[in-house]
């Protein structure tokens, strides 16, 4: 009888250590919702709506792209488990191609279409909150294709077995995100 932990793919350090940082990966995506929202929140409670309008959208878009990410890492990683890198590699271009290609067309809908479909999801809203969720839509918007991009890339590190490099990225872009809407909304009263 052999032993049950020869018999395992992965152990539980291995497990640990692919879990754990996708975990709090998604975690700091959550929370850049939430950075904005507490930025915005001593500008008044027009500006804290719209927030919180437009972060519903990017959720489900996020989301999306997260999806599609997932599920395109489930070929790399079938095609890396056979090892056959040249498919793994091709998975992976035609993943980022698809998501690229989506995500622009995505960014320039909701750029072209920002006020209809505000209006379409959430009706009528007070001229100020709706004024500021063009604004926050729009600056989201521009976004999408590179969430979009970091999905593709955290996912196919992840089919790597490297999910702590993505996480320490969306640290940075958590930072990144902290310092640019201290920038603009206190510093510059940009929105």
Known sequence: M????????FDNRKLAALLIPLALDQLLNSFMGSVDTFVVSNLGSAAISAVSLVDSINVLIVQAFFAL??????????????????????????????????SVIITVLC????????????????????ENARQYFFISAVSY????LYDDGSSIL????????????????????????????WKLHLL
């Open 111 to 130: 750029l072209i279409f920002n006020h209809q479909i505000l209006r379409v999801i959430f009706g009528e809203v007070e001229p100020e909150v709706m």
């Open 2 to 9: 052999k032993n049950r932990t020869q018999t395992l793919l």
């Open 69 to 102: 990410a997932s599920g395109g890492t489930v070929v790399c990683s079938h095609y890396l488990g056979l090892r056959n890198r040249e498919h793994a590699n091709g998975a992976a271009r035609q993943l980022v191609f698809i998501t690229l290609f989506l």
């Open 158 to 185: 992840r089919a790597q077995e490297n999910s702590r490099f993505p996480m320490m990225i969306s640290v940075a872009a958590n930072g990144v995100n902290l310092v640019l809407n201290l920038l603009f909304v």
């Open 145 to 148: 294709p590179f969430i979009a």
